[in-house]
């Protein structure tokens, strides 16, 4: 359902005022995408302004890399040509317990924005709804910098995730494929102001994974403003940065890592429950957003 307001943002300027922010061509299919698709990520709203939401922003251009893959979520609806919808329960909560059904009616685009709403709600014998939308067989890269600008949920239970898998995750199945999550946040207890990263691999057939985080200063949370989480993938590495602060990295060259050398599809989803948050409890208001302003995929020249 489109919304008719949206929290905790500032005011739109003209488009005058961020004209180069306007219309960014995307080259089509970076490192095995769509192919000879080309892309235009148009980031104004229906009215033919560019909105600004507090917080951070990346640069636009980065020295020695093309623009190869993006989605400023300007309209009114999801670009399913991109991006598809998974639906459901899954098997005993999606791997983890979850408690949410995932439903497409809880994404929608509004003011260039991605909306994922968790809400308490009764449906398919659960108790919560939210979204979970993949770009699998439509997008996936291999190397490059990513970068995802987006505001976090907020409350016990609420576990918002920015991740990728490996393309071939349909016929090798997980840890196989490799996991790599950009971004994973706990809410509840205080924990809003910590973002983790991770990496999961299969070692000889057992379950490997290596997994950093970055707490932010005092008084911030991940649900007060937007940041950006990105990615900085070669052969050699995958780096993780919060608003351009460097806060892990895994080098990739061991031959039981080789799934990081392979191409990646983008996950995005809110999950309410599970193993790690916990369920959600009388403190817990819904709903609650995730909103992403933007994904940026470029790749070296």
């Not at 180069?20 to 709203?45: E, F």
């Not at 893959?69 to 317990?97: A, K, V």
């Not at 706990?186 to 990496?199: L, N, W």
């Not at 691999?201 to 707490?215: I, K, R, V």
């Amino acid at each position: 359902m489109p919304l008719k307001s949206l929290p905790r943002f500032t005011k739109k300027v003209p488009i005058a005022l961020f004209a180069t922010l306007a219309i960014t061509a995307c080259g089509g299919g970076g490192g095995g995408g769509s192919g000879d698709t080309t892309y235009t990520c148009n980031s104004t709203d229906g009215d033919g302004e560019t909105p600004f939401y507090a917080g951070y922003y990346t640069r636009e251009t980065y020295s020695g890399y093309s623009l190869v893959w993006c989605d400023e979520f300007s309209g009114n609806t999801l670009n399913q040509s991109d991006w598809n919808f998974e639906t459901g329960t899954g098997d005993n909560g999606w791997g983890n317990n979850e408690l949410q059904y995932y439903k497409q009616d809880n994404t929608s685009v509004f003011k260039g924005v991605l909306i994922i709403e968790a809400r308490k709600q009764d449906f398919g014998g659960a108790n919560y709804t939210s979204s979970r939308i993949t770009t699998q067989k439509k997008q996936s890269f291999r190397y490059g910098r990513i970068d995802i600008r987006a505001q976090l949920p907020e409350g016990q239970g609420l576990w918002p995730a920015l991740w990728m898998l490996g393309q071939n995750f349909s016929s090798v199945g997980w840890p196989a494929a490799g996991e790599i999550d950009i971004m994973e946040m706990v809410g509840g207890d205080g924990r809003e102001d910590t973002v983790h990263a991770h990496t999961w691999w299969s070692n000889n057939g057992q379950t490997a994974d290596y997994g950093g985080s970055y707490t932010l200063a005092a008084g911030e949370t991940l649900a007060s403003a937007f940041h950006v989480f990105s990615l900085e993938w070669t052969a050699q590495s995958i780096i993780w940065y919060i608003d351009d602060i460097q806060f892990h990295i895994i080098d990739i060259t061991p031959a039981g890592l080789a799934a990081f050398q392979e191409e990646f599809f983008f996950i995005f989803n809110v999950a309410v429950g599970g193993n790690w948050p916990g369920s959600p409890n009388a403190s817990t208001v819904f709903p609650q957003r995730m909103l992403v302003d933007y994904i940026r995929v470029f790749q070296k020249n």
